[in-house]
C-alpha cells in the first residue's frame, strides 16, 4: 500500500500549486482522507480533510478560504488546491489515509502516510 504525494515546488507568496496524493496497493474509496504538514522545527499539524465520498471536508483555520480539499474516488486520488499562498505555508505536505470514513483532524486517525512533497513559498 503506497500513497505518493507530489505536486509541491517554489512558489511567489500569493501564488498557487496544486499537490495530489495518489494511492496504489489498494483502494481508499471508503476511507476519510487528509493532508497535514510539517515546517523545520515544528510538529506536523492538521490542514485539511475529507470524508469518504467527498461530500464533507473540514479544513484547519490557518488555511481556510485559500486551500480547497478533493477527490476523485475513480482515480484512487486525492487533490489539495492551494491559493494566496503565504510564506508561512512553507512546509512538507503529507497526505494520509484514515480506517474510517469520516473526516478527522487528529494524526493517531490516520494509518497509512504518503513520503511528503515540499512546498516552499518565497517572499
Known amino acids: 500500500v503506497q500513497l505518493q504525494a507530489s505536486g509541491g515546488g517554489l512558489v511567489q507568496s500569493g501564488g498557487s500549486l496544486r499537490l495530489s496524493c495518489a494511492a496504489s496497493?489498494?483502494?481508499?474509496?471508503?476511507?476519510?482522507m487528509g493532508w497535514f504538514r510539517q515546517a523545520p522545527g515544528k510538529e506536523r499539524e492538521f490542514v485539511a480533510a475529507i470524508n469518504w465520498s467527498g461530500g464533507s471536508t473540514y479544513y484547519a483555520d490557518s488555511v481556510k478560504g485559500r486551500f480547497t480539499i478533493s477527490r476523485d474516488n475513480a482515480k484512487n486520488t486525492m487533490y489539495l488546491q492551494m491559493n494566496s499562498l503565504k510564506p508561512e505555508d512553507t512546509a512538507v505536505y503529507y497526505c494520509?489515509?484514515?480506517?474510517?470514513?469520516?473526516?478527522?483532524?487528529?494524526?493517531?486517525?490516520?494509518?497509512?502516510w504518503g513520503q511528503g512533497t515540499l512546498v516552499t513559498v518565497s517572499s
Open positions: 496497493g489498494r483502494r481508499f474509496s471508503s476511507n476519510g
Open positions: 494520509a489515509a484514515a480506517n474510517g470514513g469520516s473526516y478527522y483532524s487528529m494524526l493517531y486517525a490516520y494509518n497509512y
